[in-house]
Nanobody, 121 residues
Framework: QVQPVESGGGLVQAGGSLRLSCAAS????????MGWFRQRPGKEREFVAAISGSGSTNYANSVKGRFTISRDNAKNTVYLQMNSLKPEETAVYYC???????????????WGQGTQVTVSS
């Protein structure tokens, strides 16, 4: 099992940057793919980015070129660097542990509590 804990959210102006961190307990962190999701006000949770245990990544089209997911297996931590943020990206950002199946990221039911990101215009 793995338990993600997010941090790094906050208030940022449009065009600014934030780096989110997700520290995950458990001895088998490197065996999990990890993903970031977000839930905007009044919307369903949506996929943002994911990274395999070996470092392969994929992104939602809306964040490609602006967001970067990375991981440090020695620290049991995954990061999400977010640049050029937009007001419509105001959301609660969640970290998830999962796996890849058929080339797509699939979530396990291991979720963090979320961290609020607010982008002001």
């Amino acid at each position: 099992q793995v338990q993600p804990v997010e941090s790094g959210g906050g208030l940022v102006q449009a065009g600014g940057s934030l780096r989110l961190s997700c520290a995950a307990s458990g001895r088998t962190f490197s065996s999990y793919a990890m993903g970031w999701f977000r839930q905007r006000p009044g919307k369903e949770r949506e996929f943002v980015a994911a990274i395999s245990g070996s470092g392969s990544t994929n992104y939602a089209n809306s964040v490609k070129g602006r967001f970067t997911i990375s991981r440090d297996n020695a620290k049991n931590t995954v990061y999400l660097q977010m640049n050029s943020l937009k007001p419509e990206e105001t959301a609660v950002y969640y970290c998830n542990a999962g796996h890849y199946y058929g080339g797509y990221y699939r979530e396990y039911n291991y979720w963090g509590q979320g961290t609020q990101v607010t982008v002001s215009s």
